[in-house]
């Protein structure tokens, strides 16, 4: 039975920490997680060296967004209903060098098979945290992915691999696109983001039922 966990994001994002160290200690190990959070911001740490971002941390706090830092990179992301997330985290092939390509085909390509007709990939231009390894649906953003690749502890050949995938189950809320750029402009960045340029699942797929569908397609992915 697949399981969604819900938990507060910083919880989410301190626990996606520990199954890397878990596997890099333990490169036979293997975890394919689904979570879900309360309302907030996640933020890559790169913003957190901006001047004003502690002041756009307490504002956008007070305006019911607190911000979360994460680890893997990309840009500001929402958290909150309708959203959904998975983390796979995995030991690479012992003596394979690292192709970023290589891996996030692992991370696209499951949730391709799940969304089925439709599903591809590539920059969306005006969607949050856009990159080259967006999951479209119907040439719109569906999935944003991230990812940080550690060198193995147990095996220094290996690497440990934490992928990641925020999916908007239901459409984006303009609540969540105001509060993105606020607090980019608070930050002081040049660009904003548009709700047009995001899909979601559509309305005849439960969660559930694609939930299921896509913990099977990710562990049905061989990884070394």
């Known amino acids: 039975m697949t399981k969604i966990d819900f938990l507060d994001a910083g919880e989410a994002l301190a626990r996606e ?20 959070s309360p309302q907030c911001l996640v ?31 990309g840009d500001v992301t929402p958290q909150g209903a309708g959203i959904l997330n998975i983390t796979h985290v995995y030991a690479t092939k012992p003596g394979q060098a690292v192709d970023l390509k290589r891996e996030y085909d692992k991370l696209c390509t499951p949730i391709e098979k799940t969304l089925g007709d ?51 189950i239901e459409p984006v809320s303009l609540n969540a696109i105001e509060a993105i750029n606020q607090f980019l402009t608070l930050l002081g960045e040049d660009r904003q983001i548009n709700i047009a340029a995001h899909a979601s699942l559509p309305g005849e797929i439960s969660k559930l039922a694609f939930a299921q569908k896509l913990e099977t397609a990710f562990r049905e992915i061989p990884v070394q």
């Open 43 to 73: 933020s890559p740490k790169s913003l957190s060296t901006k001047a004003t971002f502690a002041d756009s941390v307490e504002e956008m706090k007070a305006k019911g967004w607190p911000i979360n830092l994460r680890s893997t990179g």
């Open 17 to 36: 920490l520990d199954h890397l160290e878990d596997v890099s200690q333990n490169p036979s190990h293997r975890h394919v997680w689904l979570w879900e």
């Open 118 to 168: 439709g599903a591809s990939r590539g920059w969306q231009p005006g969607a949050f945290c856009d990159g080259e390894y967006n999951v479209q649906l119907n040439g719109l953003k569906f999935a944003g992915t991230a990812m940080r690749i550690r060198r193995g502890k147990a095996d220094k050949t290996q690497s440990s691999v934490l992928a990641h995938a925020i999916m908007l």
